[in-house]
């Protein structure tokens, strides 16, 4: 026998006494049942009510067996409730039209009560079924839409770190996105400094700024020692005891419990530590939340191993440029300072350059550090001009003056065959175009092309004034310096 109350059943049937007698009977089988006699009211009653199982007589006054069926098929609420069907007509037509407008069995009288309540049984459990069924797609759906609401953030964090442009703006981001998946009044952000062998912060909303400058842990010290050290995540759900204030720090690494602190790394080395800790619904930390943060320190160290990549090819390239910049300049016995000075006006030049409405869009902040760095190779191809004709005391003979002006397409065939083996560097192209343009003249009488106006490349014509600028105020082997004044 089922236990009491294992579920709610309804019988329709205009017959009372055949109502009273089914009642009876799945009471006894453990059931809870309501009987209704009108077809309308059952429907009104079913909708509101959501029984488990229903048991209904064909020949029933105002809405027929079917009809019922129907409608109750039709409405959200009761689409899924296992249908019984009585009748005194047992003919295959019938009974395909049963089945057809919905229900799950169909009964014909006379019929055994226990065949029935067997039935009602199956059709209970079959509805039981169903309805778990309906519990895991319903908690299927939820986690589905949070899974993709949980990557769709993430997806939006690592697009916004690969248009981060330094180590700063990705600090920033790291504790936008700590926060904001955790819901956390405290993040900071710990990264190992090889030169001092410590962990510093570099980021940390929630505390004083001033302590956090301050922090400096040792990598074995402490909670982000051991997580640094260990490349294990730590998570604390202990709450602070009695007596403790909320948000009290661990004098070193100012953490608080519950926390949640995870390694950054990338490839074999570690880069650093991210702590989240004291959640605004003062709340332990959920499995997600660890997650969703283990996905951040991970994106984050791939974004800062670049930037630290980037930003060293930048100083590499800096200073390549700079010392095949050199090559042609000591050929030619100058004090050496002549590339620096050059790349110094030619920085002034383009800062103040940007105020003006023509060139605010071209005269961007990478244009003036590309110009910067391309500067001190706008001599370059002299490396290919003899030594004679190059630190010749006296005025140069119009056949060595023509010999020194290949300097400039020299330069261009160098330059072009680095952009030839790299591809497109905007870097490079300004390079190019300098080494290549520098001798140009506004009013088209330079070389090596004669081209004139704004047919010359804007890095080319700011090369060319200051080039020129400090032509004339310093001294060369061949001439006196011009005062500035």
Known sequence: MASPGIGRIVVVDDDERLTFILRA????????VTGLYDGQKAYEYCVNNKPDVIVLDVQLPGMDGFDLTRALREHPETSRI???????RGNRDDVVLGLDAGAQDYVVKPFDIAELTARVRSM????QVQKELDRLNGQLADEVKRKTSQLEFLYAFVRELNRATDAERIYDLIIEAAEQCTGCRRVSVMVHDRTAGKLV???AIGIDPKLAEQVSVDPTAGVAGQVFTTGKTMIARTMQGEGESAGTYVSDTFMSTPLVSTFMMNGERRLGVLNATEKKDGQPF????TECLRSIADSAAIALHNEERRSSLEKATRALLLTVGRLSEYRDE??????????????ALTCKLVENPKYAKIVTQTFIEDLHQAAPLHDVGKVGIPDDILNKPGKLSDEEYQIMKRHTVIGRHTLQRALDETGPVPLLQMCLDIAYG???RYDGKGYPRGIAGEEIPLAARIIALVDAYDAMTSQRCYKRAIPHC
Request: aromatic share 6%.
């Open 286 to 289: 959920t499995p997600d939340d």
């Open 438 to 440: 520098h001798h140009e």
């Open 124 to 127: 209970f459990k079959l509805s």
């Open 334 to 347: 100058e004090t050496g300072l002549h590339l620096e000075r050059v790349s110094a006006y030619a920085q």
């Open 82 to 88: 296992p249908i019984i069907l009585l009748t005194a």
């Open 201 to 203: 912060c570099k980021r």
């Open 25 to 32: 009977h799945l009471t006894n089988a453990g059931f809870e």
